[in-house]
């Protein structure tokens, strides 16, 4: 469940023929590839083009746990939200879900990488403002 005091950012996803494996069910990568995405369009939605062309992400960890199974013509809706970010890393969490039924949630460990460098830089207070609620 997605915090109140989050940023978040969701969009719907309808299954089609080529998210299924063999079994009729989304496919594992696909679920994977759906974490990666929203991650992705969430940053570009937060960053600005100047930290943008200051900073990317790279993954260091995937969690996934599958509640249920989806199939074709589902409706889905994926959700995301950035967790806890300190020194290097930052958490976003993600989730799946068909109308009110959870079928994914995921943890994702992201480090921040210095555009220029090519190396992990701190989260300074640039990022950490986009990627925490107002108070």
């Known amino acids: ?25 989304v496919n594992n990568v696909v ?13 570009d939605i937060l960053a600005g083009k100047e930290l943008k062309s200051k900073y990317f992400w790279v ?19 994926i959700s995301t939200w950035v967790g806890q970010s300190q020194g290097v890393k930052s958490v976003r969490h993600v989730e799946i879900h068909k109308k009110d039924t959870l079928l994914l949630k ?3 460990t992201w480090c921040l990488i210095d555009a220029k460098t ?3 830089t701190r989260i300074k ?7 925490e609620p107002e108070k």
């Open 1 to 25: 469940m997605i915090p109140a005091d989050s940023v978040s950012y969701s969009y719907t996803q309808i299954v089609d023929q080529s998210h299924l494996d063999d079994l009729m069910h």
């Open 31 to 43: 679920y994977l590839k759906w974490v990666n995405d929203i991650s992705e369009k969430h940053w």
């Open 59 to 77: 993954v260091l960890r995937h969690e996934l746990d599958y509640f249920r199974e989806a199939k074709l013509d589902d409706e889905l809706i």
């Open 106 to 108: 995921a943890a994702s």
């Open 118 to 120: 090519q190396r992990p």
């Open 125 to 131: 207070n640039d990022i950490l403002r986009i990627l």
